[in-house]
């Protein structure tokens, strides 16, 4: 018998949406000890499926017709009180983001206790010791330490273990896995998705595993739905969506996926760089309460150079140091050893007075637009904001947003909306115009497409090429997927620890890497793709 079972599920968007369900006629099952992976692109309805299992739902989503079974119980009957007594013993559900899910002001081992005590009679002591067992299950360093320590402390890969503790510990039938690796290096993933392999063997549960990451799918589905719109696409084993699609949508997603293989070498870029850094580190100093200096070495020794017309590629895992390079070379932190130049300005020792009139000269773009983008200002304020800073009228700006809108294909009459009037694609596209008002000459996408589904990824890539090839900008890619980093990057800087650990040309460093860091960390990436 299947652990989940859904038949003919329908689930109605409110009055006034641009379609009438979210979820439309889905019908699946999963065995015990089985990987369905579904897959589709942002708002095809795979989350809402989701939290439709777990009785979830946004108010303002009805479940109008079909039946969800777990174990033979149906769900969409039961009482709000079984689902609660369910959730946790029955079936648990891993988050996008570890760090939302987590409760901030509560203790990481407190937050499992909790589960235990609403689900449990157990005694303080058995709690204690179940809480230490399910830490060292997931392979988390020193399991008391975590128990006592809150989430800002973890990393994000080790916060994502305490979720996944949190969703297996009282050992579910279903384990619910909402892209639960998609802000990950690929390390971390591979650690993550070995974990989820390892503990759905052990425990014998069927696992419903939402994604855009086709190398995941590759590497852990049994079975594969692919939504489109609310819609099942395409149902069946993983071999025979992956390698003999019938579906045009399907046979899109999997064309969109970035080869691991790099494309031909463009010719080595001519001119002065616009950005020069040289031994470049980075030391962070706090003190304890009883005021001893504690000194960490986030980065070490770093240097770089980036010309107009090229794109520059920075890999690593998680605390490699990727992003505080980016931000000692943008100037958001002032470096503690090295030099910095920014055209002919050296700008390593500058004050922020003395910098404000150079801003312009380098602009970013971040991984989340939902963060970056102000939303309660329209977007004509917000892209015409920077420009104004560094002395445009208003007069001026206006035209400016209009073209910068028209070249990163959003219209016109978006200048009047908000940015939640715009899909996750368009936030970033308009993240990127807001970059380009500043006229910069070098532009710093600090992981600007990880949270992207592979068709929008696709399109947003293909909008950096253009107005790079346009405009000639020098182009500084911070990311952890090898992939991306493969077509976009002319030259890659593979980091660790803080340091460079290698750097060369994107064909000949992916065709043969020299150092055992960089061997391992394209060994990790999913490859049956």
Partial sequence: MSVLAIENLNVALPPGADRPHAVENISLSIEAGKTLCVVGESGSGKSVMATAVMGLLAKELKVQSGEITLNGENLLTASQQKLRSLRGQAMGMV?????TALNPVMRCGDQIDELLKTHTDWSASKREDEVLKILERVKLPEPQRMMRSYPHQLSGGQRQRIVIAMACILKPALLICDEPTTALDVTTQKEILR?????QREQGCAVLFITHDMGVVAEIAD???VMNQGQAVELGSAAQVLKNPQQAYTQMLLAAVPSMQPPAPKPDPAGEPLIRAERVGMTYTSRDWLGRARHTQALQDAALQLRAGETVGVVGESGSGKSTLARCIMRLLQPTEGTIHWGQHKVCQLQES???PLRSHIQVV???????LNPRRKIVDSLSEGAINFGASRTEVIPAVAQILQKVKLPQEAMERYPSQFSGGQR????IARALMCKPQVLVADEAVSALDVSVQAQILQLLREVQAELGLGLLFITHDL?????????VIVMHQGKIVEQGKTAELYANPKQDYTKRLFDAAPKNI
């Avoid at 974990?195 to 503990?199: K, V």
């Avoid at 971040?366 to 970056?372: E, G, I, K, Y």
């Fill in 95 to 99: 988050f996008q983001e570890p760090m």
């Fill in 195 to 199: 974990l989820i392999d390892e503990l």
């Fill in 223 to 225: 079975d594969v739905l």
């Fill in 354 to 356: 003395e910098l404000r």
């Fill in 366 to 372: 971040f991984q989340d637009p939902n963060r970056s």
């Fill in 428 to 431: 970033q596209r308009l993240a």
């Fill in 483 to 491: 992939r991306v980093a493969a077509q976009l990057c002319d030259r």
